[in-house]
């Protein structure tokens, strides 16, 4: 028996098999695009604190990753034997068989992003957060592009299991690539003629959407992107743009901006905060050293909420923003006042798939402080403040963690907080890069900026801060102007500062603050 390739190339153009194609394309193209938007619902559902609900998702992903897909399509095509209001939608083949595809891989595609979503780092969701962004909005701008990127390969693979799977839907009559090659070869005995052409088909669907989502790929991923220069337009408009400044100056009789009020923190049965009060006054800058383990980061990130208070209150200009709450979650107040205390983290948590000026404009667009030529501009104006404007349209990972850190500050900045907050914000940083982040630093500080920085860097704690704040054990032992401090007797704060004592030396009597 010899192979007939004039029939096998007659197929290429027998319009059935066209016809055919296009279904599969439909098929696939619906099942992929609504298996992944119910896929991404499904692994954001399973994540949540809502037990119940995690419950009931993690159910269905079980039990639709174990049904046969046969068996589901038989079973939803014969539906309306059992609900005859269904038959409108579930006696067409192609309805039928669609939502059996949509059903099974929405769960096989909600693990693919379940993956994708705990690859995402933490520290984008506190970024989000401390930029007053909602849960939801954190999702939708920073956590999924991410984890759709880091999901892809996996999804595009889906994509050719799918494609593949079309060929089950034969089994309700519906007319895709191997149901036609399968009439064929029964009619004209041409068996390796016909399914030799059906394999061409799927090779070239398959072939022409792994190019598309190779493309795809390539353009989710930053680190292949051209480096834009930043235009002598923005140059010189970052220019124009009033610098902005921070406008309370620190007087000891001022009114506090944020008071905290026997704050206490748990971590389990460990204690970390005992009981904090401390009164941040506007314009005021307050450093906090202490050794390590003493509860300095736990106290800063409490402040905004980055951890949840076991109990007392946090209060900004007398509205109570911070109490315990049952679910440990913050109340209604917190998301009225969040957005005025700005945060910069020891990791800097940069977003890294948005360029350098696009992680200045998220918060301020997200929260629509104005149109997006004026966000533009003050963004341009914020890193040409901090002496980034060459570098806007980079993507963070072209730039050093110096440069990172002073965006992050300038991301802070733009949503023109009363108070900043900064977390051991050169402890990730090389020795040399660091003069460069304590200068902008200083530099709000002279502007007036209302500032806690949780730092080791003591030569510029006592040379900036309007008050110390020294801490052990989770409470604060001694809080005092920086010349005062220095002259304390307190035998564990002497001792403290003398292991510190080399940079302590360094410092000059005429740069403490008295
Ligand atoms: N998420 C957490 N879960 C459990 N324990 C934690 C957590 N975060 C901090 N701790 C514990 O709380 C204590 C205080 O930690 P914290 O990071 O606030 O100290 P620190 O003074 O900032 O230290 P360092 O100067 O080393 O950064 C430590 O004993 C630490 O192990």
Request: glycine share 6%; proline share 4%.
């Given at each position: 028996m010899q192979f007939d390739w004039t029939y096998f190339f007659s197929l290429f153009t027998y319009i059935d098999f066209w016809e055919a194609s296009l279904l599969v394309v439909q098929l696939s193209v619906l099942t992929w695009i609504f298996g992944n938007v119910i896929g991404i619902i499904l692994a954001l559902a399973k994540q949540s604190h809502f037990k119940t609900l995690s419950l009931i998702v993690s159910t269905y992903i079980w039990l639709f990753r174990s049904l046969p897909l046969i068996v589901l399509i038989i079973f939803i095509y014969n539906m309306p034997l059992f609900i005859p209001s269904s038959a409108e939608w579930l006696s067409s083949p192609f309805t039928s068989g669609l939502i059996a595809l949509i059903a099974s891989e929405a769960a096989y595609i909600a693990e693919i992003h379940r993956g994708g979503l705990s690859s995402v780092n933490k520290g984008q969701t506190e970024a989000g957060k401390a930029l007053g962004i909602s849960f939801a909005g954190i999702q939708r701008i920073i956590i999924i592009p991410q984890a759709f990127k880091t999901a892809l390969p996996s999804l595009s693979n889906e994509f050719v299991t799918i494609v593949k799977l079309t060929s089950l839907v034969s089994v309700i009559s519906l007319s895709e690539i191997l149901m036609v090659g399968q009439r064929l070869y029964t009619q004209n005995f041409k068996v390796m003629e016909s399914l030799l052409a059906v394999a061409c088909y799927y090779v070239a669907i398959v072939s022409i959407f792994d190019w598309m989502i190779h493309y795809i790929e390539k353009w989710f991923d930053v680190s292949n992107k051209k480096t834009v220069s930043t235009s002598d337009a923005e140059i010189e408009s970052s220019k124009i743009q009033q610098t902005y400044k921070a406008t309370p100056t620190y007087s000891t009789g001022a009114t506090p901006i944020v008071m905290l009020a026997s704050v206490k923190k748990s971590y389990g049965s460990k204690e970390v905060l005992k009981g904090i009060d401390l009164k941040i006054k506007k314009g005021e800058v307050i450093s906090i050293i202490g050794p390590s383990g003493s509860g300095k980061t736990t106290l800063i990130r409490t402040i905004n909420g980055m951890e949840m208070l076991n109990d007392g209150e946090i209060i900004i200009e007398g509205n109570s923003f911070l109490t315990p709450t049952p679910t440990g979650r913050p109340g209604?107040?917190?998301?009225?006042?969040?957005?005025?205390?700005?945060?910069?983290?020891?990791?800097?948590?940069?977003?890294?798939?948005?360029?350098?000026?696009?992680?200045?404009?998220?918060?301020?667009?997200?929260?629509?402080?104005?149109?997006?030529?004026?966000?533009?501009?003050?963004?341009?104006?914020?890193?040409?403040?901090?002496?980034?404007?060459?570098?806007?349209?980079?993507?963070?990972?072209?730039?050093?963690?110096?440069?990172?850190?002073?965006?992050?500050?300038?991301?802070?900045?733009?949503?023109?907080?009363?108070?900043?907050?900064?977390?051991?914000?050169?402890?990730?940083?090389?020795?040399?890069?660091?003069?460069?982040?304590?200068?902008?630093?200083?530099?709000?500080?002279?502007?007036?900026?209302?500032?806690?920085?949780?730092?080791?860097?003591?030569?510029?704690?006592?040379?900036?801060?309007?008050?110390?704040?020294?801490?052990?054990?989770?409470?604060?032992?001694?809080?005092?102007?920086?010349?005062?401090?220095?002259?304390?007797?307190?035998?564990?704060?002497?001792?403290?500062?003398?292991?510190?004592?080399?940079?302590?030396?360094?410092?000059?009597?005429n740069n403490v603050p008295s």
């Open positions: 209604k107040s917190y998301y009225e006042h969040i957005h005025r205390i700005g945060m910069v983290f020891q990791g800097f948590n940069l977003f890294p798939h948005k360029t350098v000026l696009a992680n200045i404009m998220i918060a301020p667009m997200y929260h629509k402080h104005g149109n997006e030529q004026e966000i533009k501009n003050f963004a341009l104006s914020l890193l040409h403040k901090v002496g980034l404007i060459e570098h806007a349209h980079k993507y963070p990972h072209q730039l050093s963690g110096g440069q990172q850190q002073r965006v992050a500050i300038a991301r802070a900045l733009a949503m023109k907080p009363d108070i900043m907050l900064f977390d051991e914000p050169t402890s990730a940083l090389d020795p040399e890069l660091v003069g460069e982040v304590l200068k902008v630093i200083e530099q709000l500080a002279l502007e007036g900026m209302t500032m806690v920085i949780v730092t080791h860097e003591m030569q510029f704690a006592f040379k900036v801060s309007n008050r110390v704040v020294f801490m052990e054990e989770g409470e604060i032992k001694a809080i005092d102007k920086p010349s005062l401090l220095l002259k304390s007797r307190d035998p564990r704060l002497t001792q403290f500062l003398s292991n510190q004592q080399h940079a302590l030396s360094q410092i000059e009597d």
